[in-house]
């Protein structure tokens, strides 16, 4: 090597220029655009300007890549104020769905902020009015639901009669409705109501002969139309032949003392948790029941109780209520 000589020149490979994509010839368009659908390396369609031997231009602080950061905040602009709309006919039937609204599911909570004719339910300010009936008349006049339809009925609740361990002798019962639901501890769970001519009335403990008993102290009424008597819950650990018998008599006292109504007999919902005996005893003490006259069963699926497995949830027990007026308006 030549001392005197300076430094080697650097190879350059010559210039390469950039056609435009739109300069080439259809057929190497197409298979371009084909190409860039199948996923492959494409040149952009947009001319880049030629650099020297093909070397790429200096870094300069325009093209350096800059860290990313906030966009920053602009500051507003002022606009017009936003006229205002007068409320229009159909604001009043807006659900405002607010937190305040949404109540938390518990059984053991009070009724006592339930709307008058409402069934009592999670949502309870919204809960859409439902129709109960115990009359079969096809007069319309003499239909009585629970909406809001009368502002002066007063809100009704199921009568509880006392603890007692001398049933028989301290029950007693008076009835001045049209409509009447018998029942045991359960009935006193059914929801408020504002049905002027129906009267609920829980008897605690109360098996077919301790009703049958109360039922047997009254005069006749031939006012009544209707009589639910929802109860054999607390006869599940008795024989099942003797459950019968205590129905039947039941049934008979029912029959004298409201002469022209009919007598309702519901089927017994109760917890798969109870020991199978007692779910034995009841299922039987039910297929008894329906030669009588009786309500079918509430769906499984929509039967709940407490911890207790005896006691309905209130759900339960709003659910069962509504499905007692469709079976006898049916």
């Not at 809100?155 to 001045?176: A, F, M, Q």
């Not at 006012?223 to 006869?235: F, K, R, Y």
């Amino acid at each position: 090597m030549d001392q005197g000589a300076g430094p080697p020149t650097p190879f350059l490979p010559p210039p390469v220029t950039t056609t435009n994509l739109g300069a080439r010839p259809k057929e190497q368009r197409d298979r371009s655009a084909h190409s860039s659908l199948r996923g492959e390396n494409v040149s952009s369609s947009f001319p880049q300007p030629p650099t020297p031997g093909g070397i790429p231009p200096p870094e300069t602080e325009e093209s350096r890549p800059r860290p990313l950061t906030s966009t920053p905040t602009l500051e507003p602009t002022s606009l017009p104020p936003t006229p205002t709309i007068p409320p229009t006919s159909h604001a009043e039937h807006i659900v405002d769905l607010s937190t305040d609204d949404l109540e938390d599911f518990d059984d053991n909570s009070q009724q006592t902020d339930a709307r008058p004719g409402t069934f009592w339910s999670p949502f309870r300010k919204h809960t859409t009015q439902s129709h109960i009936d115990f009359d079969k008349s096809n007069n319309d006049s003499s239909r009585t639901n629970l909406a809001d339809d009368s502002q002066d009925t007063p809100t009704r609740r199921p009568t509880r009669h006392i603890n007692t361990n001398n049933k028989l002798k301290n029950w007693s019962l008076s009835v001045g409705k049209k409509w009447v639901v018998i029942g045991d501890s359960n009935a006193s769970r059914l929801p408020p109501f504002q049905i002027p001519d129906l009267q609920v009335d829980s008897f605690p403990g109360a098996t077919f002969r301790h009703i049958g008993a109360v039922l047997n102290k009254m005069s006749v009424n031939s006012n009544v139309e209707t009589v639910v008597l929802s109860l054999g819950l607390n006869n599940r650990t008795q024989k099942v032949a003797t459950s019968i018998k205590e129905l039947q008599r039941l049934i008979r006292v029912a029959k004298l003392k409201f002469p022209q109504a009919t007598i309702w007999v519901p089927l017994i919902n109760f917890s798969r948790a109870l020991p199978h005996q007692e779910q034995t005893n009841l299922h039987d003490l039910n297929r008894y029941r329906s030669n009588q006259n009786f309500i079918p069963e509430l769906a499984r699926s929509d039967f709940t109780t407490e911890r207790d497995n005896i006691h309905w949830s209130h759900l339960t027990a709003q659910r069962l209520i509504y499905h007692w007026a469709l079976e006898v308006n049916c």
